[in-house]
C-alpha cells in the first residue's frame, strides 16, 4: 500500500512550543518510534530543536522521517501578522532542512468563536471586508511556502477558529486557486464541526494531499458542545479518542483513499491534555494496531 502512518507531538499532549507542562522532545520521539512509526511531525516550531544538525541527528537515532509542520497561528487578528508570518518562516525552515513538504495552515483559536465550536448555526461570522483580509493572510503564506520555499500549502480546518465549519472551509476552497492550496483534512475536526468526513472526502478529494486521522467520542461530544467548553478543556475531557472507540468511520475512510489512489503519509492526531497523565504511548501503540487491522500496513 502506498499509504503511510505517522503520528504528531499533539498525541503527547504537545501544543505550543513553550508549554512548561510539555514532555521533553526526545520522549516524544523515543516513544513514537518504539509504538512503531516511521514518521513524524514538527509539531510547534520550537518544540523540536532547530538546529537542523541536532533535529537530524535524532531523528536518524530513532528512525524517524519529517513529514510535515503545522502553523497553528491566529490567521484572523490583523493585529498578529508578525507572529503568523514568524512561525510560517521558521516551519518552513526547519521542513526544507528535513525534506518535508506538507506545510498546513491552521487558524488558532479565536475567542470570538470558541465558546460556539460544534455549533455552526450560532457562529459568529466575519463580514465581507474581514473575510476578504484574513483569506488574503492564509493565500499569501500559502504563496510564501510555495514559491519561497517548495512546499505544500495545505488548509487544515480546526475547531474553536474561522475556518471551522463546512460552508466557511468550502467557500475558501472555491475563492483560491487549486493549485496553491490543498487541503489538510482532519477527520475528528470534521465530526466535532458537525459534517461527515467520508462525504466531504469524496466531493473534495482533488484538492486532498494529506490527511490527520482523529476521532471523537460522540458523548463527550455532545455534553462540550451542549456545555460550550472551551477546546483544550474538551481534550482534556477525551473528546478526541481512540481510532477504534471513536465516531468516524476510518474503514470507509481507506475504502475512500484506496479508490482515489492516495499516495503518501497520513498522520494520527489525538490532541490531549499533558497534565492528566495521558498514556500517550499505550494511545499510539492501540492506533497503529488498529489501523493495520483495517488494512493500512
Same mark, same amino acid.
Given at each position: 500500500m502506498s499509504i503511510r502512518i505517522g503520528n504528531a507531538p499533539c498525541s503527547w499532549g504537545v501544543e505550543f512550543a513553550d508549554d512548561p507542562r510539555n514532555p521533553s522532545w526526545r520522549k516524544v520521539l523515543s516513544e513514537c518510534s518504539a509504538a512503531g512509526y516511521k514518521g513524524i511531525e514538527l509539531g510547534p516550531v520550537g518544540f523540536m530543536p532547530e538546529d537542523p544538525v541536532e533535529f537530524? /541527528?535524532?531523528?536518524?537515532?530513532?528512525?524517524?522521517?519529517?513529514?510535515?509542520?503545522?502553523?497553528?497561528?491566529?490567521?484572523?487578528? *490583523?493585529?498578529?501578522? /508578525?507572529d503568523v508570518l514568524d512561525g510560517a518562516k521558521r516551519t518552513c525552515e526547519a521542513?526544507? !532542512?528535513?525534506?518535508?513538504?506538507?506545510?498546513?495552515?491552521?487558524?488558532?483559536?479565536?475567542?470570538?468563536? !470558541? *465558546?460556539?465550536?460544534g455549533r455552526g448555526n450560532e457562529a459568529e461570522q466575519m463580514d465581507e471586508n474581514e473575510w476578504t483580509s484574513y483569506r488574503d493572510r492564509l493565500v499569501s503564506i500559502a504563496k510564501m511556502g510555495a514559491d519561497e520555499y517548495g512546499l505544500i500549502p495545505?488548509?487544515? *480546518?480546526?475547531?474553536?477558529?474561522?475556518?471551522?465549519f463546512e460552508p466557511e472551509v468550502e467557500r475558501l476552497l472555491e475563492e483560491v486557486d487549486p493549485d496553491l492550496m490543498k487541503l489538510c483534512l482532519d477527520t475528528g475536526h470534521c465530526t466535532y464541526a458537525g459534517f461527515d468526513p467520508v462525504d466531504f472526502m469524496k466531493r473534495y478529494m482533488d484538492r486532498i494531499t494529506y490527511v490527520h486521522f482523529k476521532s471523537t467520542d460522540p458523548k463527550v461530544k455532545s455534553k462540550v458542545i451542549e456545555n460550550r467548553t472551551g477546546?483544550?478543556?474538551?481534550?482534556?475531557?477525551?473528546?478526541?479518542?481512540?481510532? /477504534?472507540e471513536g465516531e468516524v468511520d476510518l474503514p470507509a475512510v481507506r475504502h475512500l483513499l484506496l479508490e482515489k489512489g492516495f499516495e503518501g503519509w497520513c498522520t494520527i492526531e489525538q490532541d490531549c491534555d499533558p497534565t492528566l497523565n495521558p498514556d500517550s504511548f499505550g494511545d499510539a501503540q492501540k492506533n497503529r494496531e488498529y489501523l493495520e487491522?483495517?488494512?493500512?500496513?
Open positions: 537530524s /541527528e535524532a531523528l536518524d537515532e530513532f528512525g524517524l522521517e519529517l513529514i510535515g509542520g503545522v502553523v497553528f497561528r491566529p490567521f484572523h487578528d *490583523p493585529d498578529k501578522w /508578525e521542513l526544507t !532542512a528535513h525534506g518535508a513538504d506538507h506545510f498546513v495552515l491552521i487558524d488558532s483559536i479565536s475567542p470570538r468563536r !470558541a *465558546p460556539t465550536a495545505e488548509l487544515h *480546518p480546526h475547531a474553536g477558529g474561522f475556518m471551522d477546546f483544550y478543556d474538551a481534550c482534556g475531557m477525551g473528546i478526541f479518542c481512540t481510532l /477504534e487491522r483495517i488494512g493500512f500496513v
